[in-house]
């Protein structure tokens, strides 16, 4: 096992002030290099060339939520929810591990790098591999982060509509952004946690803060998650990476730095990724890779890429080295097809390229968002008289189920120079 | 010229709110390739290794401190000052590319990739050569660059005890590391300045401002630069930079990026960094190497070189990607060779190698500061009654003078675990 | 005429940070006594009751409100409408002036200290008095406050559904009661505003922070403003004015001050106030005592009531003083006469009082707010193609209307320790 | 005993954010009324007349003071330092009483209202009156708030030169102020905190927090509470109340609340202040009187005396309720003697009064103060080795004793319109 130098037992957090360690299974996860790797993956993607304050990280959202957690035990047990030692740890642990499987610029790449493959099945395996180097003092962290855990309100701190992830995110993320609209109470939300039959539920009096939380979230989403620059760029870098996978695929040799060219050459998906077999190391392959792999290859690579005689790769590495973003249009319905058919054409002409290629140009899809779920295990508000309500139900000023909603919108992204008549 | 295609007419920075780009030239330099090379540039080199939060870039700080410039411009016209608009732009202009010669981690690695060559040199270059792209528009920007302008005032701006570069890191660096101590009202010290025959001065009611600013930023560097764990953290990349140098020197294939391997291969030093010849390109191959190098390349490399055969360079990368860092000691005097020696005679045995390689474990340096430089250009006092005193004899209830004494610190790091008895 | 000794030429507000007078009439509306007096009446009521923090006085919000007009008439600008300065003086006295009719703990008390009358009213009384001092320069002021100015938009910045007054107090009073739920991007949806055809309308690209500064709105209402702690406590300061009111009809002598005797001994209407004859002062006596009156004068007699034979009157006031607060029930549906009666019945025997004097202990009452008023001149939003679109239409994703539905909430006082079975 | 109605559980803190009451006995002292006249008292005085947003109470700074008090606590507790609970509960008593004995503007009117009578005295007897109340209940407080505990770091964390009351006012002062100098990282020197040989000491580490703490509490001195405004509106509110009990002396009826006339009437002295006989009640008839009185009672008063027949008193009363404010000079030498009777013999001509009474108009005093004393129980740092060295000689790089050197300022104010030749 790792033994690090310098033990730190405070971090000094610009959003919550002073954030404590309080034992040493959180010690050991944070110093696990599985972990440190958070420090190199930035929280959301592209975001910064929209808001240039966005460039925080993973590691620190891990750490913010741990820090909420905390609040929420705390409490908890005030309200006298008894919650053993041992779970507590295990529940600090989850929500410290619950993201560790994302990849490059969080959720930018992800099912791109490896097809279909979303980040949560990633962090299970990296929990497994990690509990190996801690003696198993991840059992019952994985018992609660896979909901297989009698107090299931546990899971749901990590994992819900109302869960620390997402205290932590939106709280964050609207500071770095500079984007008020996503601040949220959320000491004053934590505060209203409670549990009834081993469910989570909020207090009576938290009915408004909740509501306030649903619909900062759905600000956030459209204003930078889904920001139509964010979008552009991050498409165009989906595009960049889509295209070396495609020359990498026809043999092409392409610099990247190792960890990156494994995916390059290998193209692992779903299916085989957990496979891979291994000789000499714990880990498969795949893994190996994975965990070697942060924001710094991918950039470095593109930044290279920019030279490339291809001149499509060239010319989409230069777009996101240099913020030259392309034209972006949002609708509430789906493009026709006459229009993308008539922008390709134009822009196989004016790049000299074939029509089959311009799609690396001239592109449609759709974003979708809703800020409550009603499918999902639903927020319910716990009276004073023991009644136990559903929020769309509870809030009898507001129209909470319009935020279950779900909202579809399509974009279109084509080079800004390519003239177009309506 | 590169034409932008999404114009961004307002940042929203977290620390200040909105700031707004008045002019075209102040867009276009923004637009430049060099400048959004300083996305890519962390602000503060490996402090987040203590403080996460300070995950800010060169960038954000650049606008920033172009922000408050146009505050101070603004108060200056309204004290009846006259500034031109093309004096306007041209400061705005220099305020933005003062530090455009940076390279990765900002000062960490500064002497160290192009050996005692300083940033500012590097920046007066590239301004040259953005000019040449400008169409001559930064000539009056690099007249006051250079302080050859009349109205040194507005250099004084740009640079000097107390210009607007200072007052951004101040509260920027104070604002991402969460560190309260530096936090300075840079609208109240803005709001106090004032021209004395085109010098730049403080009215008197802005004596204390001045005082918390002067002692504000030595807390910062104590607290923040010059944090031990920061020492110790640059001061391994700067040996793992090093360690490739000697490597590379000896002939060595090192995995790199093209950018940085221009530098590993070609070593280039202050005096031939600028001479180099160059073919088909504007710019000297170095500095063509130099504006695509970043943190990216850097980071990318090392964490390939914790796979290399070379023990001493896998070492020091893997204590740079996983946060392993050395044991640091501070003292006020220098550290006594006998006790150097024996560290280091107990890492050659202990690691076996010779005792000539030891000095990358084992390793003294010394940093230095001082919040107020009396030799340089001082900070006025402007007293209402017209009289002009150094801000050193103007504050009759403290003494500044005290500020002005350069502290020296002596480092001294090796590996933790050998064992030392005093 | 008063010349004020000492000068203020700037404003630290804690909100928004420096805050400049631009001009010798803000300069000059400020110093004057009517102005001054704002400083002693509380924002909020009895807020801080509820919220310690929130102790900030209209005066703060006067020229906060001020300070966000300047920023509003910046920002047009630089979208070229056109406003003169005469103009730019004329709205920044309106915004400061468009309050100044408030008494004693602002709504408070409104409409009991004199029945039926509006602050608006007494606001514009005010400012003709004011004009009277200031020769006249309020003329165009008075006009863009009574909407006889032919640029509309104008008194929509002073008085509308998005003027800069409901812009400031949101943010104010969320700082000060540390309500995070009413944080509101001012600055963003300021700098959305525009101008068509003379009305005041918002750009496309500010829909969503609209919307957030609706439900900031409505939710700063429920949780600040109509807090069941803060109508409580406010309920019971009515009663006691209303009290001491009865008594003085009667004919009983109550300690007060000399401005606030004025009114238990005339109780003056809506219909007689501004009629009140008048010897030797400009203003007529009700204005005269009205504008002496402030928080102190109904405080400091309320303390000295807490000593009075009256039995009902010194209850209520020592539960002000005291913090010594009834229950209070909130209901979607008006409370049963039945059980109203009952306890009522209840506290006439535990007090051993007339059955008639009950409804100083037990009381009902409704209080009713909605966040946008579709009756009322509506927020419209500006798209690129020239359309102007009403926002509850505007926003695709939500269902803005929701917000337009008032919400009446009935409300039911009684003591505490009065026992009331189900 | 009192039974509040409306239990409150939690604070919303607009500094700290919620504030939880922790035991029962820190709820009845909020609860006594001795506690709730607090929301009636400002904390700064009449600094609200420089710094508009300084309208918080000295309730709200106790709150704040016992939230640190918590924080300390628990700090202690983590190192191992044992704390029982009666005196976790009396330690928090200590600090929530120590100012309960402020009078009408806290520091103003100390030693006015009665002669020589600090504001520490009447706090101890409040708290025995109290005691009395609670049934014995705050015995332990009343030995840790008098020294006379074993464990003095109890009584150091409420009174010393680090106490929990300093580190609420500077941050708490700051934050209403708008004066970000004297920020202070309250979290971190709290972190910082330690227990040795029962004293409170500070780990090596708080050394640059320390000395920042320091500086910044002589910047809020120098810039907010002996702001050259705030002593020339606090001295004519001093002016005013002198000039009320002179002629109070001489048997003339003034306007008052049946509180203040006790005190106008009987000019109470320390030497006679808590003899007064009483009949009926538990406190003295002067207590009584004390425990009555606020800002309002004053307030209220001076705003009738603006109409009292004697010029002097009518004079200084329109001068505090416009904000009339006298000019101020300072000096670091006082004032000579020629220069004070040449303007008085001037105020007696323009305004026709016995030059005896022109010190009304023209005084001058002194004002003092130091960052830190030498005399009073030091700051002790505490390095890991285990020594204790005094802050002064801890500090390597900063003089702390310049700190230490008290500062005399001398005023001198006067009627602005009284021309004075130099």
Redesign the interface.
């Known amino acids: 096992m ?1 033994v ?3 033990k ?1 037992k ?6 919550y ?2 954030i404590s360690i309080s034992c040493s299974l959180v010690y050991d996860i944070i ?1 696990h ?1 599985y972990f ?1 790797r958070l ?2 993956i930035s929280q959301l993607g592209l975001s ?1 060339y ?4 966005a ?3 993973r ?2 959202h891990m ?1 913010g939520a741990m820090s909420l957690m905390q609040q929420a035990i705390e409490t908890l047990e005030q309200k006298g929810i008894s919650i053993t030692t041992p779970e507590k740890e295990a529940v600090l642990a989850a929500i410290l591990l619950h993201d560790i499987g994302h990849g490059p610029f969080s959720h930018t790449l992800e099912n791109i790098l490896i097809k279909n493959l979303e980040h949560e099945k990633i962090s299970l395996a990296l929990m497994h591999l990690m509990n190996q180097d801690l003696d198993g003092r991840l059992d019952l962290c994985i018992e609660i982060f896979t909901n297989r855990y009698r107090k299931s309100f546990l899971h749901q701190l990590v994992s819900s509509q109302l869960d620390m992830d997402r205290l932590d995110y939106l709280r964050r993320d609207s ?7 996503g ?3 959320q ?2 939300i934590i ?1 209203m946690l409670n549990v009834h039959e081993d469910e989570l539920v909020v207090d009576e009096k938290g009915i ?2 909740i ?2 939380f649903l ?1 900062a979230r ?2 956030m989403y ?2 930078v998650y889904l920001h139509k ?1 964010v979008v ?1 760029a991050e498409s165009i870098l989906i595009k960049a990476v889509e295209r070396a996978y495609e020359l990498s695929a026809k043999g092409e040799q392409l ?1 990247a ?3 990156f060219s494994y995916f390059l050459t290998q193209q692992p998906t779903a299916a085989n990724f957990f496979l891979t077999p291994t000789g000499s190391t714990n880990a498969p392959a795949g893994i190996n890779a994975y965990t ?1 792999l ?4 991918v ?3 593109v ?2 890429w920019c ?1 490339h005689p291809d001149k499509i790769l060239s010319d989409l590495c230069l777009m996101i ?7 972006i249009e949002f609708s ?1 319905v789906p493009f026709e097809e006459s229009k993308i058919k008539a922008l390709q054409a134009k822009v196989a002409l004016s790049k000299n390229i074939p029509l089959a290629s311009t799609s690396y140009y001239v592109y449609t899809d759709s974003i979708r968002n809703r800020a409550y779920n009603l499918d999902s295990l639903n927020i319910k508000i716990l009276y004073k008289n023991g009644e136990l309500i559903d929020i769309t139900r509870a809030s ?4 909470i189920e ?2 279950a909603k779900p ?1 579809t919108k399509y974009f279109l992204c084509y ?3 390519v003239i177009f008549t309506h």
């Not at 405070?10 to 959003?15: A, L, S, T």
């Not at 500071?175 to 609209?181: H, I, L, P, R, T």
């Not at 080295?321 to 034209?327: E, M, T």
């Not at 009898?396 to 129209?399: H, K, S």
């Open positions: 790792i690090p130098l310098n730190l405070n971090f000094n957090d610009p959003v002030g002073f110093a290099p440190q420090r190199r910064n929209v808001y240039p304050g460039q925080h990280t590691f620190q750490i500071f770095y952004s500079g984007v008020q609209e601040v949220v109470g000491d004053r505060k408004y803060s509501e306030k619909i759905r600000l459209w204003q620059t552009a610099f730095t190792p960890a070697q942060d924001d710094n290859d950039m470095a690579s930044k290279v030279h080295r240099d913020r030259l973003l392309p034209k509430n009898d000023q507001y129209n319009a935020l909202v080079p800004k120079n």
